[in-house]
T-cell receptor, first 116, second 110 residues
Framework: GAGVSQSPSNKVTEKGKDVELRCDPISGHTALYWYRQRLGQGLEFLIYFQGNSAPDKSGLPSDRFSAERTGESVSTLTIQRTQQEDSAVYLC??????????????FGSGTRLTVV | GQQVMQIPQYQHVQEGEDFTTYCNSSTTLSNIQWYKQRPGGHPVFLIQLVKSGEVKKQKRLTFQFGEAKKNSSLHITATQTTDVGTYFCAGIQGAQKLVFGQGTRLTINP
């Protein structure tokens, strides 16, 4: 697609429920990233995919968080048993990678998650 | 792990004044990227600097990469209300992961 697409744009869920966030990257972008941004804060790295493997998942806050990616396409971030501290905007980005060179990230509009 | 620090955290200026944000890393960076996030929006890529001492300009924006590749700056000349937003620097950690600074939030009095 023309840009990075994320869905849903907004999600309100009850504490303890599971949620699934979706990211559709730019076609041809082999690298895909998930970041979390709390209100007024910076970007907190969660996980990154190169193709469908995840070389770095060091930012996942707990075992309630998991992510997967199908081929070089859609990725889903799943949060189980949501807690109020999970409330944030979850941003997905993709980038073109050629050898060691890293290009700029293209971010999606994010999913605003509110846990009540 | 690598830390990327940005100062100031907030900056308020009168329209027409200049603005500068600074980025410092605890380790040498292979490259650095800058992003702008408008209020309510998502980060948008501005530029990437790769070479030691590199200076790049985009209209009223000037980006610099330090000689030691541990610091960078973004300078905006004669700010306009369209410059409002949060500016983030980000450095590479590991193979392909960006570590973002906390950002500098710029507000402008018209």
């Amino acid at each position: 697609g023309a840009g990075v697409s994320q869905s849903p744009s907004n999600k309100v869920t009850e504490k303890g429920k599971d949620v699934e966030l979706r990211c559709d990257p730019i076609s041809g972008h082999t690298a895909l990233y998930w970041y979390r941004q709390r209100l007024g804060q910076g970007l907190e790295f969660l996980i990154y995919f190169q193709g469908n493997s995840a070389p770095d998942k060091s930012g996942l806050p707990s075992d309630r968080f998991s992510a997967e990616r199908t081929g070089e396409s859609v990725s889903t971030l799943t949060i189980q048993r949501t807690q109020q501290e999970d409330s944030a905007v979850y941003l997905c980005a993709s980038s073109l990678v050629t050898g060691p060179r890293l290009y700029g990230y293209t971010f999606g509009s994010g999913t605003r998650l509110t846990v009540v | 792990g690598q830390q990327v620090m940005q100062i100031p955290q907030y900056q308020h200026v009168q329209e027409g004044e200049d603005f500068t944000t600074y980025c410092n890393s605890s380790t040498t960076l292979s490259n650095i990227q800058w992003y702008k996030q408008r209020p309510g929006g998502h980060p948008v890529f501005l530029i990437q600097l790769v070479k030691s001492g590199e200076v790049k300009k985009q209209k009223r924006l000037t980006f610099q990469f330090g000689e030691a590749k541990k610091n960078s700056s973004l300078h905006i000349t004669a700010t306009q209300t369209t410059d409002v937003g949060t500016y983030f620097c980000a450095g590479i950690q590991g193979a392909q992961k960006l570590v973002f600074g906390q950002g500098t939030r710029l507000t402008i009095n018209p």
